[in-house]
Structure formats: structure tokens, C-alpha cells
């Protein structure tokens, strides 16, 4: 198997080199492309994932469906239906630009993540069936129900999460029967 490479980019998002995915998380983490996907059931449930405790980082803190990296040449699209089938088992649907300029910077435990990361929504297809590389549990919750966790858990939630989801709610971007 070819070894994951991530896109690295410049202050306005514009390609300047790639790095071997192993590389690239660090104490100085380079700017970098990524995506984050909050996918929903079809009675406006959404999934949420735990991240494996073997991940390099932030391990083992509940997040949003899904979240990566796409490769060179890669959409957003093609690299969050890759990534929801390698990770969950799960085809995506109706997925849509939620939060499209989202940059953030988080360090834990020293290793920072540094990314340019559009926030997609869309729907999930199957029944999670999570690589125990990549998720360590999942549970499908209402808004409201996941709102209410990240306020009662705070940092046991990814700091990327819980600001992205403030800001969708905030643009009015929750689905309908959530």
C-alpha cells in the first residue's frame, strides 16, 4: 500500500508541497489541507466517533463523524467518502459545504494540528462497522443530545469539534429533525 501523503499548503490554501502523512504531525505542525464531516441518519441523528487510542492525534477524544486528509488531486468529496468506507464502513450522501474557510490550530499531549479544514454535512449510509485503528466507539445522537455532552465533557471532546459545532449551529446549518 502507498504511503498516505497530505497536502501541504500556504496561507491561502494553495498547494506548496506534500509530506508523508507519518511526518507531518509534530510540536511544529506545517500548514496543512483536511475536511471534517458531520454525517446524519435519515431521522437527523448524527454520528459521532471516538477516536482509537493508537491514533497519533488527539487519541482517544470523541469528534465528529469523520475527519482526514485529502490527497494530492483529491476532493473533499472523494476523500470523505474514502475515508467514512476505510474508517466506519459507510457510503455518504447529500454531503454539502457547511463551514468552507474553517482553519484551526489545537496541540495536545505536543503534537499540534495545523489545517485548513472545510466542514462538510451530509448523510450517512449503512451501519458503522469502525476500524479499531481509527474509532473506538460511535453513538448516533440528536443535536441537542451532542450539544449537551460536548458542554458536560468539554475536553473530552476534540477542540476542533466542539468550535465547528458551535459555528454550524450558529450559521443555522443543523439539519431539519435534529
Known amino acids: 500500500m502507498a504511503e ?3 497536502v501541504l499548503v500556504d496561507d491561502d490554501g494553495r498547494q506548496v ?4 502523512k ?11 489541507r483536511a475536511f471534517s464531516a458531520y454525517l446524519f441518519d435519515d431521522a437527523g441523528r448524527l454520528l459521532v466517533t471516538r477516536r482509537a487510542q493508537v491514533k497519533q492525534t488527539f487519541p482517544g477524544m470523541w469528534t465528529n463523524t469523520v475527519c482526514g486528509h485529502p ?3 483529491e476532493d473533499d468529496a472523494a476523500a470523505i467518502a474514502r475515508r467514512a468506507s476505510d474508517e466506519l464502513g459507510l457510503g455518504v450522501t447529500d454531503l454539502a459545504p457547511a463551514l468552507p474557510g474553517y482553519r484551526y490550530r489545537a496541540e495536545f499531549d505536543g503534537v499540534v494540528e495545523n489545517e ?8 450517512f449510509v ?3 462497522r469502525p476500524d479499531p485503528a481509527e474509532a473506538g466507539e460511535w453513538e448516533v445522537l440528536d443535536w441537542p443530545a451532542f450539544r449537551a455532552r460536548q458542554e458536560a465533557e468539554g475536553d473530552a471532546w476534540s477542540p476542533w469539534c466542539r468550535e465547528q459545532a458551535r459555528l454550524i449551529e450558529e450559521a443555522g446549518l443543523v439539519p431539519a429533525g435534529s
Open 17 to 20: 508541497g506534500t509530506m508523508p
Open 71 to 73: 490527497g494530492p488531486g
Open 126 to 128: 449503512g451501519e458503522p
Open 116 to 123: 485548513i479544514c472545510p466542514v462538510y454535512v451530509g448523510r
Open 22 to 32: 507519518r511526518l507531518v504531525h509534530h510540536g511544529d505542525t506545517p500548514l496543512h
Open 4 to 6: 498516505e501523503l497530505i
